[in-house]
């Protein structure tokens, strides 16, 4: 039996003693390399649930076991920290030093890794982002996205299993979207590293392997990107929207066509126009 | 109460070694009554204009006339001005400082030096446009409220002052989307409403469903200008500056590039009717 890399059992999350429950009886196992988009409205409680997964909150009832670790446990908390990674929304306060280099360098130096294991280190987990020319460039020249990758190169310099990204594209305009979202994608198919991507972009979450809906504090949906978006209707229902290509595959059919109604993407979309032209 | 841009230019840090030009000989005038969406690259510029339509930067050369008067002269109303033409900046939920929503919204016209009793008939105006129940969030904290309701609440403080002009930078930026579709809403209403907008964004299936025109910046420069049907059918050049187009543009673009070739469109909605007319019609004619 394979272990969930990420699993949270039962987990209810409250910020004041008998407050309102942020996320309640929340279940969800992530397995070893999995890509999995989590969405919900502002406020379902998918940040809490990206600060529960490394410990940076513990949960007020159930458990939250990172790679068979339980966040609970104080011994665990640092290995929890190491093999998770964080990247959230804002990408000018992620950054800590005035070079690439050494921002880069950041968490190696708390980790205790002698100096000079450092350089290849650094070198290479800039080279996983496309960012190796910047080394020794002033973070605050760069672009959003770019800013949002050095952050990225930050937690690989870790040697991370799990990366937790928060809203990580939200202050991004497309194209620096597209970097980070391309560069996520990439280090789970490359490396192999366990992805929770949290947005509120359909069509960022159009392209995971696995999309999981919360609302109000509870997970509602959870299936792939196709079985998700295909239920236009109760996806609206919580506060979200379908990608813009199912949107038109689902006015299609009101206009009578026969398109499949689990269209994604533009390219998905345009084979089925081929095809029904092909046909008429 | 047209605004005009008049070869503005803006230099950052001028006669410094950091000296930086972010917009560059701009002529462009802003009519009563529209929806001008500024769209561009990041770095291309626009919320550097956005701050010149009230005066936050004066421009380096040239002029920004307001009903054809200097807004920079020395003896404008640089106060009046601020009323007139509202600006709301990206995130603006983070100025949000009062202790009550109310007095959140009030403070602009309380600043304005109204009455209390006209400062409360605003605040509840403004709520009302903006769709917040003042029974329901009035006395509340603005930091108990949804980051959509928080928008809100911003974009309402703006609103009680009243302004002929609204500048929104980024306005759905953050913002789920039901929250996103509702202030699109509320933003869509205002301008049916007569309040003229300027607004910026990246959001080009935004831009598509509001903008009655469309400006282009590309590196400080006003490079394409014109209604959305004009700008958005050119998607090549507008993919080489490195900007997004609106699904259905993209969508209509490759399906031309198969030899389908449809009437020109940017709403999903009208590529819809496009091709159920199209796929339809074909099937009629092989019958």
Redesign the interface.
């Known amino acids: 039996m394979t272990q969930p890399h990420l699993s949270l059992q039962n987990v209810t999350y409250t910020y004041e003693e008998n407050g309102p429950e942020a996320v309640s009886d929340f279940s969800l196992d992530v397995g070893r390399g999995e890509f999995v988009a989590l969405l919900?409205?502002?406020?379902?409680g998918k940040s809490t649930v990206a600060k529960l997964l490394n410990g940076l909150y513990t949960p007020t009832g159930g458990n939250v076991l990172v790679a068979g670790m339980d966040t609970q446990d104080s011994q665990y908390t640092w290995e929890i920290r190491k093999r998770c990674g964080m990247v959230f929304?804002n990408p000018d306060n992620q950054i800590v030093a005035t070079v690439v280099r050494e921002d880069v360098a950041f968490g190696l130096e708390n980790l205790g890794v002698p100096s000079e294991d450092m350089p290849a280190i650094i070198d290479r987990a800039l080279s996983a982002v496309n960012m190796a020319d910047f080394a020794d460039r002033a973070p605050h020249m760069l672009?959003?996205g770019q800013k949002q990758r050095i952050a990225i190169a930050g937690i690989l310099a870790m040697q991370p299993e799990i990366i937790v990204l928060d809203?990580a594209t939200?202050?991004l305009?497309?194209?620096?979207r597209e970097e980070v979202l391309e560069t996520a994608l990439r280090l789970n198919r490359e490396q192999g590293i366990t992805v929770v991507w949290i947005t509120?972009f359909?069509e960022e979450a159009a392209r995971s392997s696995r999309v999981a809906v919360m609302y109000k504090g509870k997970l509602v949906m959870d299936g792939t990107p196709r079985e998700v978006f295909s239920q236009v209707d109760l996806v609206r229902e919580y506060?979200?929207?379908v990608p813009?290509?199912t949107?038109?595959a689902h006015?299609?059919r009101e206009?009578?066509?026969d398109v499949r109604p689990d269209a994604l993407t533009?390219p998905e979309?345009?084979q089925e126009?081929?095809r029904?032209?092909h046909?008429? | 109460m047209p605004i005009t841009l008049e070869k503005l230019s803006h230099t950052y840090q001028e006669g410094s070694p950091f000296q930086a030009t972010a917009l560059h000989d701009i002529n462009l005038t802003i009519q009563d009554g529209e929806l001008l969406a500024l769209i561009g690259h990041t770095g291309s510029g626009k919320s550097t204009l956005a701050q010149h339509l009230n005066g936050l930067l004066k421009p380096t050369a040239g002029r920004v006339l307001l009903d054809g008067q200097d807004i920079n002269q020395k003896d404008a109303d640089r106060r009046a001005l601020r009323f007139r033409v509202g600006l709301v900046f990206q995130y603006p939920e983070h100025q949000l400082f009062e202790e009550t929503v109310r007095k959140d919204i009030g403070f602009g016209p309380r600043n304005m030096g109204l009455s209390e009793q006209e400062v409360e008939q605003r605040v509840h105006e403004a709520m009302d446009k903006t769709g917040l129940v003042y029974d329901e969030v009035g006395e509340k904290s603005p930091f108990e409220l949804s980051g959509g309701q928080m928008r809100r609440v911003a974009l309402a403080g703006v609103l009680a002052m009243k302004p002929d002009i609204l500048v929104l930078d980024e306005p759905t930026a953050g913002l789920d989307p039901r929250a996103r579709d509702f202030l699109l809403s509320d933003i869509a209403r205002l301008h049916r409403e007569g309040t003229t907008v300027v607004m910026i964004s990246h959001s080009m299936d935004d831009v598509a469903r509001l903008a009655t025109r469309v400006a282009v910046l590309e590196k400080g420069r006003l490079v394409m200008e014109g209604p959305p049907g004009d700008i958005f059918t050119q998607v090549d050049r507008l993919t080489a500056m490195g900007l997004d187009v609106p699904q259905a543009s993209k969508l209509r673009h490759e399906l031309e590039a198969e030899g389908i070739v449809l009437p020109p469109c940017y709403l999903l909605d009208d590529l819809a009717d496009h091709l159920a007319h199209r796929l339809k019609g074909g099937a009629a004619d092989a019958t």
Do not use: T, Y
Not at chain 1, 173 to 176: A, K, R, V, Y
């Open positions: 919900g409205h502002n406020g379902s929304q672009s959003g809203e939200a202050m305009d497309p194209s620096g509120h359909m506060r979200l929207d813009p290509m949107r038109l006015m299609l206009r009578g066509l533009i979309m345009r126009v081929k029904l032209a046909h008429a």
